[in-house]
């Protein structure tokens, strides 16, 4: 059974940093790319960034491209998404998501109705 489990979520001060985790377990993590999303508040969801298996094909949204960092760490199976100069736009539930095939940008709407989420760790920013 795939399980995503994120955390590292918290309330921050516009221009601050958070890192998200996300564990993986139940398949093989190392061969898959994945994703992290987000949903804010009465919006819907929002692809934020990607990274294939082996981690050397990287994708951001325009909105956090040079703020934000995608990165795994394959032997531990987590997915990480560094957060720098938070925004209170930035404020949303943060899932990660296991994806079956690498995409970026719209492209992956179409694969994250399907695929698995975690159930989310919540960034609030806020002063």
């Known amino acids: 059974e795939v399980q995503l489990v994120e955390s590292g979520g918290g309330l921050v001060q516009p221009g601050g940093s958070l890192r998200l985790s996300c564990a993986a377990s139940g398949f093989a993590f190392n061969s898959y790319s994945m994703s992290w999303v987000r949903q804010a508040p009465g919006k819907g969801l929002e692809w934020v960034s990607s990274i294939n298996s082996g981690g050397g094909r990287l994708s951001y949204t325009d909105s956090v491209k040079g703020r934000f960092t995608i990165s795994r760490d394959n032997a531990e199976n987590t997915l990480y998404l560094q957060i720098n100069t938070l925004k209170p736009e930035d404020t949303a539930v943060y899932y990660c998501?296991?994806?079956?095939?690498?995409?970026?940008?719209?492209?992956?709407?179409?694969?994250?109705?399907?695929?698995?989420r975690g159930q989310g760790t919540q960034v609030t920013v806020s002063s």
């Open positions: 998501a296991k994806l079956p095939t690498y995409c970026s940008g719209y492209g992956c709407y179409d694969l994250l109705t399907s695929a698995s």
